[in-house]
């Protein structure tokens, strides 16, 4: 499986990105995965979701470009990044709270992945960052929108227009990342979530609501399918193939 589900004593839900070989990249069989995870934590039960990659190299590298690099038109492009898009809206407005736990490098979609989560516990020494700009393209799964939600804008605009890798500390300065850990991830991740899994469900799932209200009401949602489209059009330009081609040259002489 390129992902698994677990459910934790504490208790929370663990999604764990299984694809090591491809720096946990995002295909299509981990944003079904994705989904399901969403759903199963809506249980009553369930008191948070985490979503982690597997190995202590990469958190998440994105979507996975030897898949993706098929997509040549923005009419082809667009389904992937709306699909994905949705998956991130339903995960932000997640009626519990959600961890990202970066326990190794965060490229692109991975950072966008992150955004959605209400935390993000990175591991000391990881790189993160928005480098859609060096593909010549910009955020697609709303990954933009929803940081623009949670930095102010001068953070927000410079990780994503200087399009480049971060240091777990430099992150956690702007307010990307909200705890840095050394020990063992897992740990890290309980010791975090602990005080919140104590408290009352239904007092968990009406503070969330506060949140969840405001960006329905500031059009969130809509905001994002905007990301998508622009995305799209982006995506269909020589300068982005270009990019891809050449990456995936890189991959294939590399193995």
Excluded at 34 to 39: F, H, K, N, R, S
Aim: overall charge negative; some cysteine; charged content about 25%.
């Amino acid at each position: 499986m390129t992902y698994k589900i677990e459910k934790r004593d504490q208790p929370y839900l663990l999604f764990t990105i299984n694809r090591s070989e491809k720096r946990n990249a995002i295909n299509y069989e981990v944003m079904e995965g994705l989904l399901e995870a969403i759903e199963l934590a809506e249980n009553s039960d369930i008191k948070a979701l985490v979503i982690t990659g597997t190995g202590n190299h990469a958190f998440c590298s994105g979507g996975d470009l030897s898949v993706f690099h098929l997509l040549q038109t923005k009419e082809e492009a667009y389904p992937m990044l709306s699909k994905m898009s949705h998956i991130l809206y339903a995960l932000l407005t997640l009626s519990k709270p959600t961890l990202a736990l970066i326990n190794g490098t965060a490229i692109g979609g991975g950072c966008e992945l992150a955004a959605a989560c209400d935390f993000r516990l990175a591991r000391s020494g990881i790189k993160a960052g928005f480098v859609q700009g060096k593909q010549a393209i910009t955020t697609g799964w709303g990954g933009g929108s929803i940081l623009a939600e949670k930095l102010p804008a001068p953070s927000t605009m410079k990780l994503l227009m200087e399009a480049e890798l971060q240091t777990a500390e430099y992150l956690q300065e702007i307010g990307f990342i909200d705890s840095i850990f050394n020990q063992e991830p897992l740990k890290a991740c309980e010791t975090f979530l602990e005080k919140i899994l104590t408290t009352d469900t239904m007092v968990i799932q009406a503070y969330k609501r506060i949140w969840i209200r405001k960006w329905e009401e500031t059009n969130l949602r809509e905001r994002i399918e905007k990301e998508v489209l622009n995305c799209s059009s982006l995506w269909e330009r020589e300068a982005h193939h270009a990019y891809v081609k050449a990456f995936i040259q890189k991959k294939e002489n590399k193995d």
